[in-house]
C-alpha cells in the first residue's frame, strides 16, 4: 500500500493547480527546485545497465522523474549523436517497472514522425500499467531525412498542423469518449480504445522547441513548458509569449522545466551547460529558481554506470545540496 500511496501522492501532484504565482514567505525565499535524470540512452556506448544505474541512482538521491530521448532513424551525419539511441517509450517502460517511485518523461517525442493513435495507446498503456507516473514530452522533430526515412516525408513541412491535432486526439481518446473525431489527418468514427491511462484526459502534454511558434503553442495547449540546452538568459524571454498564448487560450500558465547538460569545472563547448565551481552550478541553478522554473532535467553527458552515478552522486553533494540550503524555508514567526 506505501508503494500505491506514493504512485497517488505523484499523480495528484501533477494535476495540482498551478499556485507558482503566489507570495513566498520572504523576498529571498525559492521554492526548491525539483530534479530528474535524463536517461544515458544514448550515443554509442549506451547500455542497458548504464540506464539501470543511472534510474537507480535518480531514486536514490530522491529525483522526481527520468527522462528519455527521441530518435529513430536518423542520417549518417547525425550519428555521432542519435545513431546508437534505445527506444524512448519501451527504454521507460523497462525502468518503470524496476521503480515505482519515479515519474516517466520523454524528453521529447518526435510526434510527426509516428502514428498518432498508436502512440496514444503506448502512452495509455504505459501509465496505466505505472499507476499514473508519465509525462508525455512532445516536439516537431528537425531532421528531414529522419522522417523521410520513416516513410514520413510528406508530414515533414505540416508537423505543426500534425501536433496540434494529435494533441486534441490523445485528450479525446484518453477521456474515454465515444464520441467521432474528424480532423485534418484524422478521422474516427468507430471505435473502441481502452486502456485508459490511469490520469485520463490529464496526463501531461510537455511541449519542447524554441522558436516563437513552438513557445506559443506550449502556453497554447500544453500542461508543461520543457526548454534544451537553454540558460537562464535565453529563457526568460520565452516565458511572457508562453503567458500571453496561455491566457489567449483560456488556460493556466503552464508549468516551466529545462533540460540542462552538467558538466563539471570549466567548460567550452558548444552547448550552454551548468558548469563551473559547486557555488557558481548552484547560482545557475538559483536563477532558473527566480524564472519560476520547477524541474531541472540533468544530462551528466556519461554513458558508462560507474560514471553516470558518480557524475549525479557529485552534484547532488556538491550542487543540489547548495540549492536546498538556500530555500529553506524562513522559521515561522512566533
Known amino acids: 500500500m506505501l508503494t500505491l500511496t506514493l504512485r497517488q501522492a505523484q499523480a495528484e501532484a501533477l494535476a495540482a493547480p498551478d499556485r507558482r504565482n503566489a507570495i513566498p514567505p520572504d523576498p529571498d525565499y525559492h521554492r526548491r527546485m525539483d530534479f530528474g535524470l535524463v536517461l544515458p540512452t544514448m550515443p554509442d556506448g549506451a547500455t542497458a545497465e548504464g540506464i539501470e544505474a543511472a534510474a537507480e541512482a535518480a531514486e536514490g538521491l530522491g529525483y522526481s522523474t527520468v527522462w528519455t530521448t527521441d530518435h529513430v532513424l536518423v542520417p549518417q551525419t547525425a550519428a555521432s549523436e542519435y545513431g546508437h539511441i534505445y527506444e524512448a517509450i519501451l527504454a521507460l517502460a523497462h525502468v518503470g517497472a524496476r521503480h515505482a517511485t519515479l515519474r516517466l518523461g520523454t524528453s521529447v517525442l518526435v510526434v510527426p514522425q509516428r502514428n498518432a493513435v498508436v502512440l496514444a495507446k503506448e502512452l495509455a498503456t504505459l501509465d496505466a500499467l505505472t499507476r499514473g507516473r508519465v509525462i508525455a514530452g512532445v516536439g516537431l522533430g528537425w531532421n528531414e531525412v529522419e522522417f523521410r526515412n520513416l516513410g514520413m516525408g510528406d508530414r515533414f513541412h505540416v508537423r505543426g498542423a500534425y501536433l496540434d491535432e494529435t494533441v486534441r486526439l490523445w485528450r479525446h481518446l484518453w477521456s474515454g469518449s465515444r464520441e467521432p473525431f ?6 474516427i468514427r468507430d471505435f473502441v480504445f481502452g486502456p485508459l491511462p490511469a490520469q485520463g ?8 522547441g524554441r522558436s516563437p511558434v513552438a513557445i ?6 500544453g500542461d508543461w513548458y520543457h ?30 522545466s529545462a533540460r540542462v547538460n552538467v558538466r563539471f569545472g570549466d567548460f567550452d563547448g558548444r552547448f550552454y551547460a551548468i558548469s563551473g565551481s559547486p557555488d557558481a ?6 536563477r532558473f529558481e527566480s524564472l519560476g522554473v ?35 524555508p524562513p522559521p515561522a514567526a512566533r
Not at 182 to 187: A, D, N, P
Open 294 to 328: 520547477e524541474h531541472l532535467a540533468l544530462a551528466f553527458g556519461e554513458t558508462d554506470a560507474a560514471k553516470v552515478v558518480a557524475a549525479a552522486e557529485r552534484f547532488d553533494r556538491e550542487v543540489a545540496a547548495r540549492s536546498r540550503a538556500a530555500t529553506q
Open 281 to 286: 552550478m548552484a547560482a545557475e541553478v538559483a
Open 227 to 256: 526548454s534544451s540546452a537553454t540558460g537562464p538568459d535565453a529563457y526568460a524571454p520565452r516565458i511572457p509569449i508562453i503567458r500571453e498564448a496561455a491566457g489567449a487560450a483560456g488556460r493556466q500558465m503552464p508549468r516551466l
Open 216 to 221: 506559443r503553442r506550449a502556453g497554447r495547449i
Open 182 to 187: 474528424v480532423g485534418r489527418f484524422h478521422e
Open 201 to 208: 484526459a490529464h496526463l501531461p502534454i510537455l511541449f519542447g
